[in-house]
Structure formats: structure tokens, C-alpha cells
């Protein structure tokens, strides 16, 4: 079945740097994938989605690269804010339908 | 956003008792989920619904049942509750149509099962 691997240890970075999430898949590439964001107490809330043909996506300050042959996505945020501190979660679709699977998340903590 | 209501938000429990969750939503989306969370384990799909009566397992379904008399209500039903199922279950949302997964989620309930 397909599993999806994210950083358990959580990443700690200076504002104003970039920081960078991995996620990686163990099975059929899916037709995209999706990224999340998980502030505690609160349900995730969906930030970007790429396509299993597109190399890069932008949103302000975040980007996404889909790299199907390492069967991994990173998860870039720029200029990186206090407030960006949270937990983001990979997803991608089961196959089937709208059925989703989430890796279990990385901790992202950003130092003023 | 989804207006997604889950309800109770916290419950303490017994082992052996059984205990619903209701996730009400307001958006006429076709498709609904219950998912737990675990430290270490993410989120994982208990059950899912693509339309009112039509339901479907998923990766971690032992011990729970779903039910989906109405559009807008997804309940998830614990029989008999074990430790294990101590737990937060975030139900979850998609309008069905659409080329993307893109799933809108409720605040979340907290079961404690002593």
C-alpha cells in the first residue's frame, strides 16, 4: 500500500531563511499531491496542490517541486515568519476517488 | 471556508462504552471522511461516505461504524471503546466534483477512553 514519508524530527530555522520540508512516496506516483498546514488544536488546512506533470508550483512565499522518478516532493517557505511555526503535512490521492492519505506531518518552528 | 461542525469536541470516557461523533456540515459536499490522529501515525482514514447511505472502509475501520442519513451529518460510532482508540478525530470534507482532493477539515474531537 502506499506510504508516505515525512521528517519526524522537527526543523528549527532562523526568520528570513527559507526552510525546506521533505516528502516521500513508496509506491504508484499519484496524480498529485497535496500539502497542508496543521496548527495545534486545529484541523489541517489545505496550502498548495501539484500535478504529477508539473515540475514546481509558487504561492507567495511558499513553493512545491514533484519530482515522480525520487518519488518526493519538497516543500519550500521563504522568507520564513514566526508565524509560519506549525506542523505541514504531505497528502496524496489513494487512487480510486477523493480518498487522501497524510504522512504523519513535520514540525517547523520559526526564532525571531 | 467549509463550515464543518464536529461535535462533542472533547469526551472522557469508559472502556466498553459506546460513544458517537457527529460531524455536521454545511456545504452540500458529496463526500465526507472521519479520520484519527495519533503522534507518530499522522492521520489515517477510518471511514468515508461519497454520498447519503454510501459508505466505504478505510485503512484503520476495525471497531468503528459510520453512518450517513443526511447530506449535511457523517456520524462515527465507537460500539465498545478500547484505550486504543484514545485518540483525535478530525472528520473532513470534498464537494465531489472536481478534478483535486482538496479536503476541508472540522476543529476536531478529543477522546479520552480510560
Known amino acids: 500500500s502506499q506510504k508516505i514519508e515525512q521528517n519526524s524530527e522537527a526543523l528549527n530555522i532562523q526568520e528570513g531563511k527559507t526552510a525546506t520540508l521533505t516528502c516521500n512516496y513508496t509506491?504508484?506516483?499519484?496524480?498529485?499531491l497535496q500539502w497542508y498546514r496543521q496548527d495545534p488544536g486545529r484541523g489541517p488546512v489545505f496550502l498548495l496542490l501539484?500535478?504529477?506533470?508539473?515540475k514546481e508550483k509558487r504561492k507567495e512565499r511558499l513553493k512545491v517541486t514533484f519530482d515522480t522518478t525520487l518519488k518526493q516532493s519538497l516543500f519550500h517557505i521563504t522568507a520564513s515568519q514566526p508565524a509560519d511555526s506549525a506542523t505541514y503535512l504531505c497528502?496524496?490521492?489513494?487512487?480510486?476517488?477523493?480518498?487522501?492519505?497524510f504522512g504523519a506531518g513535520t514540525r517547523l518552528f520559526v526564532k525571531a | 471556508d467549509a463550515g464543518i461542525t464536529q461535535s462533542p469536541r472533547h469526551k472522557v470516557t469508559e472502556t466498553g462504552t459506546p460513544v458517537t461523533l457527529r460531524c455536521h456540515q454545511t456545504?452540500?459536499?458529496?463526500?465526507m471522511y472521519w479520520y484519527r490522529q495519533d503522534p507518530g501515525h499522522g492521520l489515517r482514514l477510518i471511514h468515508y461516505?461519497?454520498?447519503?447511505?454510501?459508505?466505504d472502509k478505510g485503512e484503520v475501520s476495525d471497531g468503528y461504524s459510520v453512518s450517513r442519513s443526511k447530506t449535511e451529518d457523517f456520524l462515527l460510532t465507537l460500539e465498545s471503546a478500547t484505550s486504543s482508540q484514545t485518540s483525535v478525530y478530525f472528520c473532513?470534507?470534498?464537494?465531489?466534483?472536481?478534478?483535486?482532493?482538496?479536503?476541508?477539515f472540522g476543529e476536531g474531537s478529543r477522546l479520552t477512553v480510560l
Open positions: 456545504e452540500n459536499h458529496r463526500y
Open positions: 509506491n504508484y506516483s499519484p496524480a498529485y
Open positions: 461516505s461519497y454520498g447519503v447511505k454510501d459508505t
Open positions: 501539484i500535478r504529477e506533470n508539473e
Open positions: 497528502a496524496l490521492d489513494m487512487g480510486g476517488g477523493f480518498k487522501t492519505i
Open positions: 473532513a470534507t470534498h464537494p465531489g466534483t472536481g478534478e483535486t482532493g482538496e479536503l476541508f
